[in-house]
């Protein structure tokens, strides 16, 4: 008797042991328990005005029917007039010569139709603006100064992008930081140490590794990226963002870009990334995650293995992943974000829990690459 | 003792035998073509892809590598990257410099007036240029979009790829980067189309690319206001193929070079679709839709009607099928395929490369799909021009306007 008894218990604890690791794994990768998850609207970082505007309008009907596009345009609105963590939205981000510039997209899950604005300036609603790409054009992405007359005529109104906030974080940028950090390499003179103009170097080392850290600080380039579902599955998914600071003038990183940081399809589910925009939009991690969800992987499955796509390629980056199969099955990895003490956080609203935040914690870079020091020694 | 030596002579029969149908099998040499052609197709893929091509798109046993293919008839361009490939024995390290080279001559020569300057004028009448050089081995990327006044676009994508720590710079920005890095403004506008968008705007602006705007933008040019999307129309079917994008129109220049040790390098440059919505970025330019490379992989390049591909992603989807195994063929298929199941009224083509030097192209809404491609394979002809016949053709694909 005591025999089975023993047995028994040993396992009951056992099972507890497994069932620990599996719920850990689930924390890890944020997935949550069933209850009803659709209508549903998930967003990168903790914008919760974002995600409330979203939600709030998503329920504008029963079910969030036809309200995805409203919900996403909406909720992303909000964080560009907030300006959300002076990421998103006019006066943040300056780049080399201290304006203010936005990306945007706007993607429908249905159609696959895209409308996307990139290096807009003096407008400020880009996804908005973006949106009019969609609707009165047969394009998907339109770009520079003629974006901004597009938006003109579409009856936006110019405003300068840029507040005496972010002019003097430029000038003190200029002024006493000596250009550092900027995204300018192999030229003269040695852009690790002093402003431009710059010349190029011929390219001796055509292979010098671009693993390069760059000082990301707190509040630098988080991107709103939202995907919102309404109970017949249709997906729309959004981005907002005024890019990384001090970066060359006209860059353009992975917002307006369908594929990198977000991607829809009715048939499958959608995805949404935000971090290192020049790394992550060369692997276009949101289709990655589409694809792998349409192969049926999990959504926990696909954030994984964009992730670890890009930590082959690139040891040092920051990167978060969202993923949402069409039923409203989300899970989300991260990569990096060590200012934030490697965790990233996103809202989710749904039935069952409004605009709740979550936090995961990310995989991180172990050791400096043999790349770094090599790079020291040229130099 | 006897039966010992029975027993011995029985082993010794049976090894030699083994010893003798080993020597058969390793003394022919594997060719590539079995290593990564037919094996893997299923037999009916590989019925459709005898039926689809009108020569042999496909590998060739011999030497495969190294090799310079880009899409349409621009000879001119494989030439040069297949001469700068030579420079080195086995091509090392030098397909960057072919891929630059060869898509800067396209930009030179004006190449079907779809890539260069002199151009695809946009509705204001200017010309601006897109395009892009990837880098296989470190998958990094350096792309310029809608860049205005200057002549050298990839050139300036390959500052962009190894003088800044981005990918992608557009607009006049972009110019001005590459006004800093030695590269002189010139208008891109000729009289050749100057005369082009003089017409276009006599002809009452059609086609163009607006949509539910007054006034009608089908019977009269611009400027235009928005009218609001009811719901009930965000899925209304719009036809493509008024645009008449086919040669002439949407063509971009697309080259992948890959060296002996399979070292690739993929780059792209056009002027765009013509009389765009000035600012219009479509997909050579962006990473993944106009030109993909892994040198783990290897190779996609796509030209056609940017606007709906992009949305695609045909590049990156036919590397990733490649990664899975499937042959270039059924990988150049993947992306177009896809965009079928939304659009029956576009025009696309893809070329995809394995590492190894096997290429395929497919292609759809055009007759055939021409290419070239130049290898060791014939070494007194190495250039050569091949075409592929497309999923369907034009006429299947138009749609009567009700």
Redesign the interface.
Known sequence: MKKYVATFLTVLWLASVVGAKTTSNVTRSGQRPTGQLLPMVINTWPFAVANEEAWRLLNLRKGGL?QT?NAVVGGISECEIQQCDKAVGYGGSPDERGDTSLDALL??G?????GAV??LRRIRSAIKVAR?VL?????????????A??AN???FQNESLNTPESTKEWREWRDTKNCQPN?????FPDPKSSC??????P?WD??A??D?E?EIGPDNHDTITMVAIDEESNIHVGTSTNGLRY???????DAP????SSYADNEVGAAVTTGD??TL????PS??AV?AMRAGKTPAEAVEFVLQRIRK?VERFQGAVIAVDRLGTYAVACHGFEYQGFRFSYMVSSPAQQSRKETIVCTQALEKTNSEIYRKVIW | MRTQLKGSLWVLCLASMAFSSLAVTTSSKPTLASAFGSKTTSPAVSDALKANKTSPGRSTPGELLPMVINTWNFTAANVLAWRILKQSKGGLRQT?NAVVEGCSKCEKLQCDRTVGYGGSPDESGETTLDAMV?DG?????GAV??LRRIKDAIKVAR?VL?????????????S??AN???FESESLVTPESKDMWLQWTAENCQPN?????YPDPKVSC?????RP?P?TR??ED?A?NE?EIGRKNHDTIGMIAIDVESNIHAGTSTNGARH???????DSP????GAYADNEVGAAVATGD??VM????PA??AV?AMRLGKPPAEAAEVGLRRILK?YKDFMGAVIAVDRLGNYAAACYGLEEFPFIVSSPVSPDKPTRLETVKCIAGPEKVNIVPL
């Open positions: 036809g596009r993607m429908d249905s159609t696959m139709e895209v990139a290096d009019h609707e009165h054009t047969g394009h998907v992405l339109l770009v520079g100064d003629a974006a007359d597009f005529a579409m009856g995204y300018w390499r192999n030229v431009g103009p710059y010349e190029p170097l390219s055509a292979d590794n671009r390069v760059t970066t060359m003038p006209g860059r353009v990183g870009i369908p594929g990198a925009g020049d939009m060369r692997f276009l289709l990655l694809e390629h | 960057r990837m081995s470190t998958l990094d990327v979009a809608g500052h190894e003088h800044t720590q981005h990918t992608m710079l557009v607009g006049d920005a972009a001005a980067f800093a890095m030695g690319f607006w949509w539910n705007v611009g400027p235009y206001k928005p999307t719901l965000w899925k719009r493509r645009y765009k919505i000035p600012g219009r970025v479509g962006i990473p993944g839709a940017g606007d992009m949305r695609f992603l990156l989807l990733e939304h």
